[in-house]
């Protein structure tokens, strides 16, 4: 990694990302973090969103990658400081590239490891200079656009657990024609990854764990222990047990788990079903309801009855990609030179899941042939205390059932092991072209508008991503399934394990496809040169005209559409566009020059008018103000101003309500913290529709999974956003080969997009813990079952997109390289010694998740958790040191991630309310993760050089945790998750 604390003192102006002005031999004001070549190589590159996400700048993006086994899914995306992928431009060559859906993000999947020349990162605020989207950044890959040869390179890379390969072969070709005025590139690209099961992976990644109370001789950081029961009135610790991780699985289980009944001689049953229940077994059935042995019913219990989802799903997903890339440029002159940019890919990626479950409530014929004459009877007595017409919808069927008609409406969950896992392939097809023509003018004046250059084209580019299904269920299907038609024997016998048929099977199965399609359309003119002269030099100027528009579509088939389907997640179709026209500017002038103490001082300044088609937006300013402070060769300061915006994009304008399932916890069920089971919470858990008798109950929360419906808005405005940044850079005189950047950054966004109280999670906290008023719009958001209390369909907890919230982030990024020689080597020539390292210290990380409500805030700076959600470490940094003698290179890497938090202790401390005592929680500090990488590459004669290595050399584990992971028992996205890794690679140049 090369920091950008390395000065440039070149006879040519550079263009850096973070200013369309070229710098003349100083480093750029605004920080910009460089990752070249040499570093893509050494860390066994082969997806460059992995090797980026690393770097401590970005935080894992936990429905994106190689680990995120989620629908949508399938693409990887960049998370620059936490805000989200949709914050941070992505640029290449400097121009916007293809949207890969309707949130308008790039999937980084396309972007070829092998043509990258380097990839620059610009912390803050960049929408004066970029126009929207750039709230906490740009990324900017620079391509090898001018390559002159022929050159093949392939690499292997495998895990050391399961030996599961990944392929890639790149073929680059360029070269010159018509006497050296033009140049050619052509690059092909193919990656070949398989897929690693969290069955296959064993170990950690098999169980699906949760917190609980166990012995202290049987927990284990990966397996699940025994449980310990806890008497009335003690804590877990004080009944000899600790708190650590149990089976958590789910309760919709493949023999079928049947609840909503009152239970036996409570004062919601009868005589009648009290003798019923007797005779079936069932008399001391409870909330969880009960299940059946073969023939013969029981009661359900957990967590032996729960079913483990884990061995089945993806821990790695699998991955084929075909890539074609072209640049051509030709000289005509030297005013006009004419380009060419074009890309296509294809990618898909594969998710697998655990069987679908179907939940809810379901009507059954009282004398349903695959019952017992005792459970017959149960659902007579239920048939008969029914209190008038009662509706029940599932999917695009709703039906009625009266008292004594001889139906029963009975709870089931089941798994449905029969109709087989979840499988979603994802084919993803990006086309994007640009061209244009650029050149110099000349001067317009020996004084005034000198050395001018223009830069005029249009980009164009669509993307087609189509899921393909199997593995769902209709619920429609399903509850037509269980009845009787026209007296013969329901298709649909549940009542068991292995009781459905390959009929029943056949009748509720269904599959289901997704279309999305996204086209962006860019026009820009940009004139750059010097203004004027000032003493201290002429005052560099860069001015432009752009025109963007937007269009995606998303189109779900009536499956989905309709919410008849169990398995994937149902969907509105989503369609619109956003369109804008800019001007902008930008200037930088030089106040001193070769003084005392002020070998240069210059000032830069940028603005950017758009005008948005938008009702909610309009026209809007985004502007920038910075200085740079040069003392001498070896001191220069620098600090910039940024304001910028981020307009709504097509999915939060036009998204149609979709149905959403994520991990959390129901506040009112056992799984709430011991601590938060308060009487106050009862009393709102009643007041939400909990039956008094099922609060904190585990009838209430049968998942660890609640579903939510989120939707677009066509009044959403702009996020706006203000970033600060001072910084040192020190390169001393008296030091040789030393670099060091120190940048401070704060970045503040008011009228962030999210859904309601800014998520699930939070939205059911602002309920019950924080606002804690059943009359508020978090509490009129969520939907119960009024016999079981939990969270239910058809809505579950519904939130809309609304300019709700706000994120704060500030910190200190520390980027430095020495480089020095020495004589001694294995080879002739002396060694050289290059040593890097890139680090952030993050001093705040703050969410507002209404800023109504200003101060209710969550201080996640050092936590983890479902509030806070990825870990975002106070300290986060990579390290290399590399040792090159002649043909041979040797390379240490240290990837390191600080110690954090559960927010389940720290949100409640920081607020100034009672946390949770730390052995109360399981897992509540994960300590600081360091995994050491080692590589090398060796030249060999005839322009072949082989290079490979190993990472995670220690084959650690990623940390453990329980109910909040976010999936695999840990945080995929942050922590290495395969173990060790090894990767063996060959490059030859002709």
Known sequence: MAPNAAPIEADQPVVVTGSRLARRGFTAPTPVTVVDAEELKLSGTQNVETLLNQNPQFIGSQNNGPTANTVPGGTATLNLRGFGAQRNLVLVNGRRFAISGTDGTTDINTIPAALLKRTEVVTGGSSAVYGSDAITGVVNFIMRDDFDGVEVSTQKRWDGHTATPTYTVDLTLGGNFADGKGNAVVSLDYLNRGSITRGERGGYAFYSLSDGCVTSASWSDDKPGTPQSVPSGQTCVGAGGRMGLVSGGSGDIPAGRFFGIPTYGSAQSNPGLDAALLAAGLQSAGARGFTFDGAQARPALTPKDDYNLGPENYLIIPQTRWMANTFIHYDFNEKVTAYLEAHFSNNVVNMQLAPTNINGNFLLNVNNPHLSSQMQEVLRQLDMRETGPQSITQGTLTYSTTPNDGLAVLGIGRRLLEVGDRFNSSERNVFRTAFGIRGNLGNASDNFLRDLNYDLYYSYARTQNTDSQRGSASRSRYAQALLSQNGQAPVLDVFGADSISAAGAAAIAINSTNVQTAQQQVVVANLSGEAFDLPAGPVDFNAGFEWRHNEARYTPDTFLSSGDVSGFNAAKPTGGSVAVKEVYGEVRAPILADLPFARRLNVNGAFRYSEYDLKGVGGVWTYSLGAEWSLNRSITFRSQFQHAIRAPNVGELYGGQSLQFASATDPCSSRAPSAQQTVAVRTLCEATGVPSAAVFGTGVQPNTII????????????????????????????????????????????????????????????????????????????????????????????????????????????????????????????????????????????????????????????????????????????????????????????????????????????????????????????????????????????????????????????????????????????????????????????
């Not at 490979?948 to 998750?977: E, F, H, L």
Request: hydrophobic share 35%; charged share 15%.
């Open 707 to 990: 579903g939510n419906t989120i939707g677009g808005n066509p009044n959403v405005g702009e996020e706006q956003s203000d970033t600060y940044t001072f910084g040192a850079v020190f390169t001393p005189s008296f030091v040789p080969g030393l670099a060091v950047a120190i940048d401070w950054y704060s970045i503040e966004l008011d009228g962030a997009i999210a859904p309601l109280g800014g998520g699930l999670q939070n939205t059911l906290n602002l309920c019950y813990t924080i606002i804690a008023d059943a009359n508020s719009e978090f509490c009129k958001a969520i939907t119960r079952s009024n016999t079981t209390g939990e969270i239910t369909s058809p809505n579950y907890v519904v939130t809309t997109n609304a300019n709700t919230g706000g994120i704060k982030t500030s910190g200190i990024d520390v980027d430095g390289r020495y480089t020095f020689r020495t004589d001694w080597g294995l080879f002739d020539g002396g060694s050289r010694f290059d040593l890097g390292a890139i680090w952030t210290y993050t001093d705040e990380f703050t969410g507002t998740p209404v800023q109504a409500l200003p101060h209710l805030k969550n201080y996640c700076v050092g936590a983890y958790g479902p509030t806070c959600g990825q870990p975002i470490p106070q300290w986060k940094g990579v390290s290399r040191i590399t040792w090159k003698n002649g043909p041979l290179t040797l390379s240490l890497r240290d990837r390191y991630i600080g110690k954090v938090t559960i927010d389940r202790y720290l949100l409640p401390k920081r607020a100034g309310g009672t946390a949770p005592a730390l052995e109360s929680l399981t897992r509540p500090v994960i300590e600081g993760q360091h995994y050491f990488d080692l590589s090398f590459a060796y030249q060999l004669p005839a322009h072949v050089e082989i290079y490979g290595g190993v990472q995670n050399i220690a084959d650690k584990d990623p940390p453990v945790v329980g109910s909040s992971q976010a999936n695999a028992n840990t945080w995929a996205a942050t922590y290495d998750v395969e173990g060790r890794v090894f990767f063996l690679g060959a490059k030859v140049n002709f």
